[in-house]
């Protein structure tokens, strides 16, 4: 399925094939495409880019397609990575995470830092933090297949 370029994104660098690439839902998504082009969000003059997940209903492009700043998918990448070497060590709390100390880690970016914390506002915490660990475990293979993806071009990049 081509993914539409007459739309406000403009894709310029695209993955048609994502559904069959998808995680969990692989051969089953709903997301058909995942591209990096021109934002819809541009002001006449500024030219900002994007990534956007292209998402389609079976019988049209759905407006849940998502779009996001390039920054905005490395700062998740980020988080998900900062987030997952936490895991690694979350055993040794009895909840999984220290009720007294929160925050996990303040990554440096832009002069400032980004936090990263257990969201200990939700009622739940206790047993979503469990959910969560669980659900991250069950799917370490497949997100460590994408970490290691990422790890060597990021070293082919230089970094």
């Given at each position: 399925?081509?993914?539409?370029?007459?739309?406000?994104?403009?894709?310029?660098?695209?993955?048609?094939?994502?559904?069959?690439?998808?995680?969990?839902?692989?051969?089953?998504?709903?997301?058909?495409?995942?591209s990096?082009?021109?934002?819809?969000?541009?002001?006449?003059?500024?030219?900002?880019?994007?990534?956007?997940?292209?998402?389609y209903?079976?019988?049209?492009?759905?407006?849940?397609?998502?779009?996001?700043?390039?920054?905005?998918?490395?700062?998740?990448?980020?988080?998900?990575?900062?987030?997952?070497?936490?895991?690694?060590?979350?055993?040794?709390?009895?909840?999984?995470?220290?009720?007294?100390?929160?925050?996990?880690?303040?990554?440096?970016?832009?002069?400032?830092?980004?936090?990263?914390?257990?969201?200990?506002?939700?009622?739940?915490i206790?047993?979503?933090?469990?959910?969560?660990?669980?659900?991250?475990?069950?799917?370490?293979?497949?997100?460590?297949?994408?970490?290691?993806?990422?790890?060597?071009?990021?070293?082919?990049?230089?970094?």
């Amino acid at each position: 399925m081509k993914i539409p370029t007459t739309l406000k994104h403009k894709p310029v660098i695209i993955s048609e094939n994502y559904e069959r690439v998808d995680g969990r839902y692989a051969g089953n998504s709903d997301a058909k495409g995942l591209s990096l082009g021109l934002a819809q969000w541009n002001d006449r003059g500024k030219v900002d880019i994007s990534a956007k997940v292209w998402r389609y209903t079976g019988e049209k492009w759905s407006r849940q397609s998502e779009e996001l700043p390039m920054h905005r998918v490395l700062d998740l990448a980020i988080l998900i990575c900062r987030s997952s070497l936490y895991f690694q060590e979350a055993y040794r709390f009895p909840k999984m995470y220290d009720p007294e100390h929160s925050t996990i880690d303040r990554v440096g970016l832009q002069g400032d830092a980004m936090t990263v914390s257990v969201c200990d506002e939700n009622p739940m915490i206790d047993q979503d933090i469990k959910l969560f660990a669980q659900a991250l475990s069950d799917d370490s293979e497949m997100i460590g297949e994408r970490l290691k993806v990422l790890s060597r071009v990021l070293k082919e990049m230089g970094y």
